[in-house]
């Protein structure tokens, strides 16, 4: 793989209603609650499980994520890194077969101007460092979104 398209396409919301979890920072936990007009400490109660090593965004009932509107994200401006970086994660620029099989669930992959697969890379990067509890030694079991 040596070049990649994508462009996110106006309107959809496909990706935010994958069933798994949306992972955040601590700086994406104190970003989305300022954009909300909490504390963090109120956005953590509210919207957040906190794990020895993680965070994610609690599920509502029935639904993949509380911020989710019919049009798109009600935190667009401050949304997790995860979701920023969306479609590229480690797991999916490093395999040609798993960017083809995500191409299947977004419509913005082949869209778009050519990326060069070491901008790509680059941006992935981004996601290792974000998340070590995801990407660390031995996190290798555990599912995002
Ligand atoms: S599925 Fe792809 S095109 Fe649709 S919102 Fe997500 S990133 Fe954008
Ligand atoms: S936080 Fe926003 S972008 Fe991320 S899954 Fe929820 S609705 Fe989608």
Redesign the pocket.
């Known amino acids: 793989m040596d070049e990649l398209r994508f462009a ?2 106006p309107g ?5 209603n994958q069933q798994g979890f949306v992972y955040l920072t601590e700086e994406d936990l104190r970003r989305a609650a300022w954009f909300l007009g909490l504390t963090p400490q109120q956005f953590e109660r509210q919207f957040v499980y906190r794990t020895r090593h993680l965070l994610r965004l609690r599920k509502p009932r029935g639904r993949q994520c509380h911020f989710l509107l019919e049009d798109g994200c009600a935190i667009h401006p401050a949304k997790p890194t995860q979701c920023r970086l ?2 590229f994660w480690p797991e999916l620029v490093e395999s040609r077969r798993a960017w083809q099989q995500t191409a299947r ?5 082949g869209q778009g101007p050519l990326i060069q697969i070491g901008t790509a890379l680059e941006t992935a990067s981004e996601m290792k460092q974000a998340y070590p509890g995801l990407y660390g030694r031995g996190a290798g079991a555990r599912r995002r979104r």
């Open positions: 996110c396409q959809c919301t496909r990706c935010c969306f479609p669930l977004c419509p913005g992959i």
